[in-house]
C-alpha cells in the first residue's frame, strides 16, 4: 500500500479533531427505538447533507452523505461488497453512501452497511464497505469517504448507549490493511463471531 494512502486518513482524523467536528457530523444522525410484538426496532436516520472535502488544501462542500439507494457500479468496487450492501435494510438506515459531486457519471466514493444487534451491550457491526478499486488518487479519496461514514456510526453508537467503539468481522482476503486505514485495531474474537473470522474496532475518537 502506498504511504500516501495509508497516511490519508491520519492526516484527515487530525484534521476532524483540531476544527473539533464530531458534534457536527453527529448532529446529522437520528435513532429512533420502537417495540413491535416483543421485537425491538431501532431505525439510524443521517440527514442528506454536504461535507467538505478534508482531504483538499482548500476544501469545498464537495462531498455528500446519503441513505438513499445508490448504484455501485461493478466496475469500481468489489461484487461481494455490493451484494452485502445491497442485503442490508434500507429502510431502518442500515446503508451510509458519500458520494463526489463533481463526479456525476460515478459519484459514488464510498458505501458501508452496518447492523444493530438485539443484544444492547454489544457495539455497532460493521457488516461491510465499499473502498474504490482504481488509481491510488481515487483509492486515497475513497478511505476518506469510508472513514467520514464510520463517524456517522460512531455517533449513532453514542445515541444508543452501546459500547465507544464500533467493530467489523470478516474473513474476506485483504481486509485487514483496509480496516486499518480506517483506525480499526484487530482484537480477540469475539464469541459471538463466526469461526474464521478475524475482529476488528474502531475507538470511537476523543471527545473535543
Not at 38 to 46: L, N, Q, S, W, Y
Not at 170 to 198: C, K, M, N
Request: hydrophobic content about 40%.
Amino acid at each position: 500500500m502506498p504511504p500516501n494512502i495509508r497516511s490519508i486518513v491520519s492526516q484527515v482524523r487530525e484534521k476532524f479533531r483540531r476544527r473539533r467536528l464530531s458534534e457536527r457530523f453527529a448532529q446529522h444522525v437520528s435513532v429512533a427505538v420502537s417495540t413491535a410484538s416483543g421485537r425491538r426496532r431501532t431505525v439510524v436516520r443521517v440527514a442528506e447533507h454536504s461535507l467538505p472535502d478534508f482531504r483538499t488544501r482548500s476544501p469545498q462542500a464537495a462531498l455528500r452523505v446519503t441513505q438513499a439507494d445508490q448504484v455501485l457500479a461493478r466496475w469500481l468496487f468489489d461484487d461481494r461488497v455490493i451484494a452485502k450492501i445491497s442485503e442490508a435494510a434500507l429502510d431502518k438506515g442500515r446503508r451510509l453512501y458519500c458520494l463526489d459531486s463533481r463526479d456525476p457519471a460515478s459519484p459514488v466514493l464510498a458505501a458501508l452497511s452496518f447492523h444493530v444487534d438485539a443484544e444492547l451491550t454489544r457495539a455497532l457491526q460493521i457488516t461491510a464497505v465499499a473502498i474504490r478499486l482504481e488509481d491510488q488518487d481515487a483509492r486515497a479519496r475513497s478511505y476518506v469517504a469510508a472513514w467520514y461514514l464510520t463517524q456517522y456510526v460512531q455517533a449513532a453508537a453514542n445515541q444508543l448507549g452501546r459500547p465507544p467503539f464500533i467493530e467489523m468481522t470478516s474473513s474476506a482476503p485483504g481486509i485487514a490493511e483496509d480496516l486499518r486505514i480506517l483506525g480499526f485495531q484487530e482484537v480477540s474474537q469475539p464469541t459471538y463471531a463466526r469461526p474464521g473470522h478475524r475482529a476488528f474496532r474502531q475507538p470511537a475518537e476523543p471527545a473535543n
